[in-house]
């Protein structure tokens, strides 16, 4: 769960920096009590990102073969030569 703190206007980068390290890997910034944007490890961002792909992928995947199975397929050959005869290529 990530943790909320504030940040001043007059805030350098390696104070923000040192104070979203103090709060774990994640942090929610916020100014006048408004939520403005979320401070990620790189570490736990770069696991994010490869995660997310992969479970992208895996959708895609289960995608596919549910439309394999559903026998939603086509020849691309046959299908390329129906397009370059229909557009004259």
């Known amino acids: 769960m990530p943790s909320h703190m504030p940040i001043n206007d007059g805030e350098n980068a390696a104070a923000f920096a040192r104070k979203v390290a103090t709060v774990g890997d994640s942090a929610i910034v916020a100014k ?3 939520d403005q944007f979320a401070a990620v490890d790189p570490g736990l961002s770069r696991g994010l990102r490869g995660g997310a792909s992969e ?3 895996e959708r895609l995947l289960a995608e596919a073969d549910r439309d394999i199975a559903a026998g939603n397929v086509s020849d ?3 299908d ?8 004259d290529l």
């Open 32 to 34: 006048d009590d408004v």
């Open 55 to 57: 479970e992208h992928l």
């Open 76 to 78: 691309m050959r046959a």
């Open 80 to 87: 390329l030569e129906q397009m370059k005869e229909a557009y």
